[in-house]
């Protein structure tokens, strides 16, 4: 935005923050009570919860969150962001005969996106005014092969550098970054702290061979421009 007089917020390493960490979520709940200010604790680490489809890795918040509060910030204690407010569960819901009603109203239960992984986002936007998607461009489903678990590459697309690097249907990808990757979640973290300029360092395994494989991510989101 364009103004004047105002500090820039200072951004925490959320991959520092623990369960119990004091939180306080800053936000304009039912989007008439802005600058609005709850207080709680990091509640957990890494849920991964699917909203609309899109499955994500977030912090969890005992911070009372309602509607209006996302894209707030959640700061920690040094007043730095820790991540930013996105959603909140608020109730459960069972079937009774033909019909849906709620069984369960819950409260306290907010989500945010941590702020390590939302950073290379920033700084693409900061960088080229646009964000992006990163992709390896292949699909790929969480597997155990040979007592080994990892992500199993289906399908690679052509003319990707993950491809053009060696990347090879039925590999099992098993580290990204040095970080051991059991699930499309942890897998999907890594890609996202890639940076749009930098590679991705993978460990895969091949007929029992582990191999390293490096390579720059697509844009998905050229794709549908």
């Not at 699917?50 to 040094?78: C, F, H, K, R, Y």
């Not at 989500?111 to 986002?121: E, G, R, T, Y």
């Not at 292949?138 to 550098?161: D, F």
Request: aromatic share 2%.
């Amino acid at each position: 935005i364009e103004a004047e007089g105002l500090t820039a917020a200072k951004l925490a390493d959320s991959s520092q923050t623990r369960a119990g960490d004091f939180v306080i979520a800053i936000g304009n709940p039912l989007g008439e009570l802005g600058g609005t200010v709850t207080e709680g604790i990091v509640s957990a680490l890494g849920r991964e919860i699917t909203i609309d489809g899109q499955a994500m890795t977030l912090l969890q918040t005992s911070a009372a969150v309602n509607p209006g509060n996302s894209g707030g910030a959640l700061l920690n204690e040094q007043g730095q962001v820790v991540g930013i407010t996105s959603a909140k569960i608020s109730g459960l819901e069972r079937e009774s005969g033909d019909a849906v009603e709620n069984s369960v109203i819950i409260e306290n239960l907010g989500l945010a996106l941590p702020m390590s992984d939302i950073l290379p986002f920033v700084n693409r936007i900061l960088a080229t005014g646009k964000s992006w998607r990163p992709s390896i461009g292949i699909t790929c489903s969480e597997a155990e092969m040979n007592g080994r678990t990892g992500i199993r590459v289906a399908t690679v697309e052509e003319n990707v550098p993950a491809r053009r690097a060696g990347l090879q249907e039925d590999d099992l990808i098993v580290s990204a970054n040095g970080a051991a990757v059991a699930t499309l979640a942890e897998l999907r973290r890594e890609i996202y702290r890639t940076g749009a300029d930098e590679e991705l360092h993978c460990i895969v395994v091949r007929d029992g061979v582990e191999l390293p494989i490096s390579f720059g991510l697509i844009d998905k989101l050229e794709e549908t421009e």
